[in-house]
């Protein structure tokens, strides 16, 4: 009986291996650099939205307390021109008896009077404080939307690359390319207002 040739089937398949290996192999670099690369600014941008974050609360907390201490003046300046009020009324009781009203009496009036401007320019020194520290606080909610928006979008990349590795399909790497790149301004954006 005559024997079969014998093809080298081991040989050719090693060899259809390191083709597929050479041609899919440095796309699966380009992929895995591309997307450890988005994986660290995900990292850093999400690190970035977490303190920005952070921070822009504690400004409104700081916010509230100067609020808080601005309504405290306005109690207390109204509490003076209570009292200057009742100092007043006290005066012109006795002019209207066709007293004098004693000197004591005119002198706290005019007091809480004095004491009422102070305590208007604090109150208002205490609200600029407080607008100021709002713009701040909002100022960085938005920086924090950029980071935010910047680590979504670095996660779908990351997401495509896994894809493209599976895939090799490669305009499945320039999308993920693309939105990490979209990724990258948002994330360098809020650094350049």
Known sequence: MPEEPEVDTEHLHEAIHEELEREGGALLRQVALTTALFAALAAVAAQQAGGTANEALALRTEATQLQAAAS??????????????VQDAEANAWRAMGKTPPPEIVAKGQRYAQEQDEIQKEARKMEKERDATVEESKRLMLRHEFFAYAVALFQVAIALGAVTALTRIRWLWFGSLLLGLAGAVLFVLPRMR
């Open 72 to 85: 405290d003046q306005w109690a207390y300046y109204q509490a003076k021109g209570i009292k200057a009020a």
